[in-house]
């Protein structure tokens, strides 16, 4: 294997058919990012029992931020406190961060989380996964990743982790559902999910390929040249309606002085 | 022997009963927004993961800059139209505006993680951020809106040199107004638009900020006619049923268009079927249609209405209730978060249900309340009412 440092394109792989539920992954998460008990940048989802004995089925989902191809959290942001590394995690500066909470909104996932307990002295902050740059930097996986027992959660190269995830739903098509998810959703993401289950029962939303910030942006793109033209058509319409009403008024006067004058002459 | 009593005269005040309750009010906000400050917005309000946005930017944020948009409607009728006849409505309603954008701007400073940097806004900007557009809108329509209003200020004071200083300067300030208004009232509908996954598709169109900007021209108007007939009602002045009947005359025509829009839209993008079988959401939006735009739409058709004072009254006050209704289905009703019981641990305690809490509605009305206040005492204190002619808006406007 690559060493980890040197991978151009970070991702992660999830396998909802290994995920034993076990939380290892969020413990983990909380110890090396030093998260308090009552918060966490990872979460497991559980769908809960499915299904009739002896054939019960039960399906659960490791959740944290999706490091998008391309972040509306990153799009969203006021004050650009989001930025996306080259190779892959998508970061949080606190130093910006207004805490407006529209990242909250524009994340189809609902990743960021925000300090609803703290007051202005602690400072309220958004938190959200960071992909452990402090530990991918020294050639380890992340937190969660090295934990994990069944190799649910890997980590790697997109690319590669994309053939090894058809190369398991081509060899068990009976097992996967036939998508990876993450592979074209919201522009892709560089967290990958495999399943057993549809997607939407894990609690993951049904995205199409193009990111939710597109019309956003591109409103946003027409947004000057529309003030300028805006203006420069409101200043024209200024000037043109005052011209036309002292011309009408002076047309009033000059009708006025005729009539006097004709009056003068009687 | 003979006690010698004697009571000092004491200042005494004899308030008015509702500047009483309006005070108490600000004052029960101001408590709550300290205890916001000490120990976070969880303490005070409902809000969540699930929920970051909540009451206030429905309330303050999305009412507040709706119920301003009576200045720049009003600003381009008699300056940039030049129908000066309508002057008399002017300052009344470039007060209402920047009464609104306070509103905004003092809830954004409760309703913001770090009220203290909300200037960061100025150093650090993202330009595809359509929230940055709208802070810097707020910002310099603020400046706009006190600049025009400031002649009246000066002259309150008597300081007519002043006021015929700014006058002379006023044009540039009334177009980049109108524009700043155009941009950030449809930008307010752009805000929505990262939210296609999560917005109801009845209301999530791309063309969110052309029907922002039509139906705010309409709560403009409506806005100058209710806070006319209120005003003179509680002031026991002159109504200027001629003007607010003329005025009146272009909602049907504004809203018609609205309508049209609205409804070529739903059938372009094929959403017709979600008219008739979405349960709650139908409900809100048939009641928000037949609310906001059908029912004024046709009360303001009717030249008897138009010309009664109970009727222009009713007919803005049914057309402000349901474009409000829009802007909370828009920002709020209509959007479906995550259910965050299927993957948020519960020790999180995030809610799936968002109903605000009293301390966070309470901060909403105590921000209101200063708004009436204020209000009120400039039309007691300043010359916000003014005679048609002899003014000095309608001086320079003659001197151009």
Known sequence: MTDIKNIQHKAFLFDATRCIDCRACMISCSVENNIPMNKTRIWVAGVGLKGEYPNLDRASMVFHCMHCEEPDCLSACPVGAYSKRPDGPVLYDSDKCIGCRYCMNACPFGVPHFDYDKGLIQGAFIDKCTMCPQRIDNGQEPACVATCPTDALMFGERADLLKEAHARIQAHPDRYVDHVYGESENGGTSYLILSHVPFNELGLPNLGPTPVKDVSEAVMGVTIPFALTWGAILTGVTVGV????????????????????????? | MKMQISINPRLRIHPNPLVVVLVTLMGIAFIV???????????????????????????????????GSGAFVMAATVYIFELKEFQPLLRPSVLTGFLGYMMVVIALLVDLGHPERIWYMMIHMNPTSVLLEIGLCVMS???????????????????????????????????????????????LGSLLLIQPAKLYPLWWTPILPVLFFISAVSIGLAMVIFESSVSSRYFHRGLEIHLLEKLARAIPIVLAVYLVVRFTQLTLANDLHYLLNSGLMSILFWTEILVGSVTPLILFSLKRIRQSPNGLLTGSI???????LNRFDVSWFAVRHPDPLTYIPTFMASNVHYIPSLPEISISVGIFSAGILAFGLAARYLPLFEDEEKSSTALALQAR
């Open chain 1, 242 to 266: 005052h011209a036309y009403n002292q011309k009408k008024e002076a047309a009033g006067e000059k009708l006025v002085d005729a009539e006097s004058q004709a009056q003068e002459t009687k």
């Open chain 2, 33 to 67: 927004a300290m205890v916001r400050y000490v120990y976070g917005i969880g303490a005070i309000s409902d809000l969540s993961y699930s929920y970051p946005w909540g009451f206030w930017i429905s309330f303050d944020l999305f009412t507040g800059v709706a119920i």
């Open chain 2, 141 to 187: 329509y603020l400046t706009v809106l006190a600049i025009e209003f400031a002649p009246v200020v000066f002259e309150g004071l008597k300081w007519q040199k002043f006021a015929h200083f700014i006058h002379k300067f006023i044009m540039p300030f009334v177009i980049l107004g109108v524009v700043l208004s155009t941009l950030h009232q449809s930008s």
């Open chain 2, 318 to 324: 049914v057309l402000l209730v349901g474009m409000i």
